[in-house]
T-cell receptor, first 110, second 115 residues
């Protein structure tokens, strides 16, 4: 079965520090991996995706993600966190319809 | 361009009552999804349509949930009868082409409270 996993329920970082939100995948065939963000009382917003090509994918709001086939990972990163980045982050795979991980709550403290 | 529109935004009903949610996807999007999201958790896929056809309804609790997408545009999701455990946010999303390479665009959701 196709699936993604987010091993951390919560990630806390200080403003200005780099952040990483982890995602691992388990798919047969080629993975189609996405990151979404959900701010309080708002819908999910697309950040970036990996379909094929370069392993480093750049997306909205300064986020990027690195696809690592050997580690079956697709971690979301940002060089310098902002307080406004605090939100719920979801990894998803779309090989059989868009299916989401359990989510990681990112808190950036001033 | 208008986004995915869902209504109502909020609904409070008593258990055992029926409830329906409506979704209007982005114009031209032939893929439509319904999800259920519990607080602080990831969206759970209930059903996926390609045009009028439900191509994946494996996670839809068919004893009480039903969905339709007439003419391949608007969609409704119905629960009858509702149970306390159905309290959640129901999300609709659409995308312009079929799986797997295209991101989904989400509506604001309908927050259902069953009392």
């Amino acid at each position: 079965a196709q699936s993604v996993a987010q091993p951390e329920d919560q990630v806390n970082v200080a403003e200005g520090n780099p952040l990483t939100v982890k995602c691992t995948y388990s798919v047969s065939g080629n993975p189609y991996l996405f990151w979404y963000v959900q701010y309080p009382n708002r819908g999910l917003q697309f950040l970036l995706k990996y379909i094929t090509g370069d392993n480093l994918v750049k997306g909205s709001y300064g986020f990027e993600a690195e696809f690592n086939k050997s580690q079956t990972s697709f971690h979301l990163k940002k060089p310098s966190a902002l307080v406004s980045d605090s939100a719920l982050y979801f990894c998803a795979d779309s090989a059989t319809g868009m299916r989401f991980g359990a989510g990681t709550r990112l808190t950036v403290k001033p | 361009e208008a986004g995915v529109v869902q209504s109502p935004r909020y609904k409070i009903i008593e258990k055992k009552q029926p409830v329906a949610f409506w979704c209007n996807p982005i114009s031209g999007h032939n893929t439509l999804y319904w999800y259920r999201q519990n607080l602080g958790q990831g969206p759970e896929l209930l059903i996926r349509y390609e045009n009028e056809e439900a191509v994946d309804d494996s996670q839809l609790p068919k004893d009480r949930f039903s969905a339709e997408r007439l003419k391949g545009v608007d969609s409704t999701l119905k629960i009858q009868p509702a149970e306390l455990g159905d309290s959640a946010v129901y999300l609709c999303a659409s995308s312009p082409v079929g799986v797997p390479a295209t991101e989904a665009f989400f509506g604001q959701g309908t927050r259902l409270t069953v009392v």
